[in-house]
Nanobody
């Protein structure tokens, strides 16, 4: 089994900052990438940012220049540093880890339970 656990959500005023953390653990041979997604009420889940184990990052346009995705491969951990938060960033944020459970295994995505981020105006 693979476990993905997020932490660090909360309530913050517009213009403030929050840092989310995500750890993947369990039966993991290798990780291809880890990323953050978010889902606001009535909207589809969308990619916020992701990072490969080689350090390649990808951000959705609306967070470029405000969010970063530091990572620690040795700890199977990624963070989401969110600065200059806006009310439209309010959503449940989910972490995803793309994992191979053993050598030659196919990559499978595993999701965390989500953490609420609320930005007040």
């Amino acid at each position: 089994q693979v476990y993905v656990v997020e932490s660090g959500g909360g309530l913050v005023q517009a213009g403030g900052s929050l840092r989310l953390s995500c750890v993947a653990s369990g039966s993991i041979f290798s990780i291809d990438n880890m990323g953050w997604y978010r889902q606001a009420p009535g909207k589809q889940r969308e990619l916020v940012a992701k990072v490969t184990t080689s350090g390649i990052t990808d951000y959705t346009d609306s967070v470029k220049g405000r969010f970063t995705i530091p990572s620690d491969n040795a700890k199977n951990t990624v963070y989401l540093q969110m600065n200059s938060l806006k009310p439209e960033d309010t959503a449940v944020y989910y972490c995803n880890a793309l994992v191979a459970r053993y050598r030659w295994a196919p990559l499978v995505g595993y999701w965390g339970q989500g953490t609420q981020v609320t930005v007040s105006s």
